[in-house]
């Protein structure tokens, strides 16, 4: 795993190449609206085999992360294609680096899509690489599939979400939070369009239910620096911290937190990006107690579970956590399959036309597709990091929830989009 911190180049230009629809991702194209026009690209399904893009940042500072995901999208091309693959075609993968720096992902989708005329692409982790390709999948109508949460308060007619929104993990987070009484919050974040959009939803949602925002903070992506912001976090009263901290930082985050004095039965700490993997690059005697707000983890019963767990263990080691994340990348193959196979065609309109009451038996429970939406519904789970090193569940929605991106059924979300 990387410990780079991203270029300063890397994250001026992505911010640049975003744009102002990006800074607070407020808004974003519906499904069924292309946000430029362009003709389809004409993906290459003529022989046995067809191409799938996988685009991960296996460098940089989001590598940490970033990594296992693809391993994982590996695990679940092998077992497609171990079952006779899709439409009696073994798949291919093509994987490309987008090095944690937005250009590039943009760079690297435009050559999956072009070049190598992929059926269908999986991958990117933040937000702003999710924002720095949509319009390449835009333009050339190919299908990206997004493994990871994310903020909400976007629909692309190319995108199929199978990571959280906002109202299937950071609104069970802050409704799990208030019935704890940890109503007082300080919120930490790194300086891009997730961690600021999310935290637009948490003061919302505090104003209208009785919480308190004490202070909030932003990091560089990659920053390493973090006493300032500790012992702001310290002397601010706060019950708890709200983390939206992503990559390597956390790193940095949580040995400053410790070496303060603030532990988790002091002031917890609630994260929504840091996960098994993460658990095990940060160091459990930093994060022992602490907690996360996903809808898997490994300790999730079940046997599809055990089954993948057992499988991402034999392919990449025994001692190889898994994590949300990882899951919902494994699962997003396995869904286009199903929609590709439901659809008798590689055809994207076919495809998207098909996905509607898609449903698998995840590692993380049943998962269904909502079509209107190309979210996908979840249940959401909050847990604790144990000694071992692995997250316990302590609480969970009891049944998978309605994708909301756009957070339609709350009153107190009416000005976010």
């Known amino acids: 795993m990387s410990g780079l911190s991203i270029s300063r180049?890397?994250?001026?230009?992505?911010?640049s190449a975003l744009g102002a629809s990006a800074a607070l991702s407020a808004c974003g194209a519906k499904t069924?609206?292309?946000?430029?026009?362009?003709?389809?690209?004409?993906?290459?399904?003529?022989?046995?085999?067809?191409?799938?893009?996988?685009?991960?940042?296996?460098?940089?500072?989001?590598?940490i992360s970033e990594v296992t995901v693809h391993n994982a999208l590996l695990l679940a091309v092998e077992e497609i294609n171990a079952a006779g693959g899709v439409l009696g075609k073994k798949l291919k993968?093509?994987?490309?680096?987008?090095?944690?720096?937005?250009?590039?992902?943009?760079?690297?989708?435009e050559g999956l899509i072009k070049d190598d005329k992929v059926v269908a692409t999986f991958g990117c982790w933040t937000s702003a690489s999710r924002k720095a390709v949509k319009p390449v999948f835009e333009r050339y109508k190919s299908l990206l599939f997004y493994p990871v949460q994310y903020e909400g308060l976007e629909q692309s007619p190319y995108i199929f979400y199978t990571g959280a929104t906002t109202n299937q993990q950071i609104v069970p987070a802050l409704d799990y939070l208030k019935k704890q009484g940890l109503t007082r919050l300080y919120l930490v974040g790194s300086d891009y369009v997730f961690p600021r959009t999310?935290?637009?939803?948490?003061?919302?949602?505090?104003?209208?239910?009785?919480?308190?925002?004490?202070?909030?903070?932003?990091?560089?992506?990659?920053?390493?620096?973090?006493?300032?912001?500790?012992?702001?976090?310290?002397?601010s009263g706060a019950d708890a911290v709200f983390n939206t901290l992503n990559g390597d930082s956390n790193v940095a985050f949580f040995k400053e937190y410790k070496s303060s004095g603030l532990t988790a039965k002091k002031m917890p700490v609630l994260s929504v990006s840091i996960a098994e993997e993460e658990v095990e690059s940060i160091g459990t005697q930093y994060l022992e107690g602490q907690l996360t707000a996903w809808n898997?983890?490994?300790?999730?019963?079940?046997?599809?579970?055990?089954?993948?767990?057992?499988?991402?263990?034999?392919?990449?080691?025994?001692?190889?956590?898994?994590?949300?994340?990882?899951?919902?990348?494994?699962?997003?193959?396995?869904?286009?399959?199903?929609?590709?196979?439901?659809?008798?065609?590689?055809?994207?309109?076919?495809?998207?036309?098909?996905?509607?009451?898609?449903?698998?038996?995840?590692?993380?429970?049943?998962?269904?597709?909502?079509?209107?939406?190309?979210?996908?519904?979840?249940?959401?789970?909050?847990?604790?990091?144990?000694?071992?090193?692995?997250?316990?569940?302590?609480?969970?929605?009891?049944?998978?929830?309605?994708?909301?991106?756009?957070?339609?059924?709350?009153?107190?979300?009416?000005?976010?989009?």
Do not use: C
């Open 9 to 15: 180049r890397g994250l001026l230009a992505g911010v």
């Open 32 to 63: 069924g609206e292309d946000s430029s026009a362009g003709s389809a690209a004409k993906a290459d399904t003529s022989g046995s085999t067809v191409k799938v893009g996988l685009l991960n940042s296996l460098s940089g500072t989001m590598a």
């Open 93 to 109: 993968p093509v994987s490309q680096d987008g090095a944690s720096d937005w250009p590039t992902f943009a760079e690297k989708a």
């Open 198 to 235: 999310a935290n637009k939803i948490i003061k919302a949602y505090a104003e209208a239910n009785g919480m308190k925002v004490v202070g909030e903070d932003y990091a560089p992506l990659g920053s390493t620096e973090f006493s300032t912001i500790v012992n702001k976090v310290k002397d």
């Open 296 to 417: 898997y983890y490994q300790t999730t019963p079940g046997s599809a579970n055990s089954a993948f767990v057992k499988a991402y263990q034999a392919k990449y080691g025994k001692d190889r956590p898994t994590s949300d994340p990882m899951e919902a990348a494994y699962i997003s193959v396995h869904l286009w399959k199903a929609m590709v196979e439901k659809a008798g065609s590689f055809d994207v309109a076919k495809v998207k036309a098909a996905s509607d009451g898609i449903t698998f038996d995840a590692p993380e429970g049943e998962v269904t597709v909502d079509g209107t939406t190309q979210h996908v519904h979840k249940t959401a789970r909050i847990g604790k990091v144990g000694a071992d090193g692995l997250i316990e569940e302590v609480w969970n929605s009891g049944k998978p929830i309605e994708p909301d991106p756009y957070l339609k059924g709350y009153s107190w979300a009416s000005g976010l989009s």
